[in-house]
């Protein structure tokens, strides 16, 4: 079957950084993309990897290891501004996106 | 500004009514869905259609209806509301083949009483 895993909710101090992981599994792989979802709105594209390595974009970033089923987005220099919740999706073969259940991100100052 | 349209915003419906949630896109994209989101599920496929004319069933499908009569407008049509489908509604497009994800229009609050 199809699953995506990340956790539920995280909780980190304004100015640091934080690791938000995804695990995956899809019939076929097109890319794995994150969304960020603030209370009350709807997802925006953060994030897109289907290559082994590193995105860097400006505080955030995504890193993508294929082989694992695995990618994580990387948030530097925390604002209040960044609580949100964040979604892993993977894109199938049938180039659908496949969604983890979100991730609720509370930054504390 | 090009993007996706939901209307209504927010409603509230009676049980056994019927209703239909309108989308309307301005980015020529071929490929359209509809997700309900409900705490802690995320986002869960109701219907898509990949180019105007065709339709297929998702995730949740039972009790919802679409249609794709031309490649901007993608309407879901609840028959006979329950309270189960108490959600919020998103729509959202994409090209279809391409890596640029989804665009979602500002959803729709739907509660059925």
């Known amino acids: 079957g199809q699953n995506i895993d990340q956790p539920t909710e995280m909780t980190a101090t304004e100015g640091a950084i934080v690791q938000i992981n995804c695990t995956y599994q899809?019939?076929?792989?097109?890319?794995l993309f994150w969304y960020q979802q603030h209370a009350g709105e709807a997802p925006t594209f953060l994030s897109y990897?289907?290559l082994d390595g590193l995105e860097e974009k400006g505080r955030f970033s995504s890193f993508l290891s294929r082989s694992k089923g695995y990618s994580y987005l990387l948030l530097k220099e925390l604002q209040m501004k960044d609580s949100a919740s964040y979604l892993c999706?993977?894109?199938?073969?049938?180039?659908?996106?496949?969604w983890g259940a979100g991730t609720k991100l509370i930054i504390k100052p | 500004t090009a993007g996706i349209t939901q209307a209504p915003t927010s409603q509230i419906l009676a049980a056994g009514r019927s209703m239909t949630l309108r989308c309307t896109q301005d980015?020529?994209?071929?490929?359209m869905y509809w997700y309900r989101q409900d705490l802690g599920l995320g986002l869960r496929l109701i219907h898509y259609?990949?180019?105007?004319?065709?339709?297929g069933k998702g995730e949740v499908p039972d009790g919802y209806s679409v249609s794709r009569a031309n490649t901007d407008d993608f309407p879901l049509t609840l028959a006979s509301a329950v309270p189960s489908q108490t959600s919020v509604y998103f729509c959202?497009?994409?090209?279809?083949?391409?890596?640029?994800?989804?665009?979602f229009g500002s959803g729709t609050r739907l509660t059925v009483v």
């Open positions: 259609s990949n180019t105007a004319g065709t339709t």
């Open positions: 990897n289907v």
């Open positions: 999706a993977a894109m199938d073969s049938n180039y659908q996106l496949i």
């Open positions: 899809t019939s076929g792989f097109n890319g």
């Open positions: 980015m020529r994209h071929n490929a």
């Open positions: 959202a497009s994409s090209s279809g083949t391409d890596f640029y994800g989804y665009t």
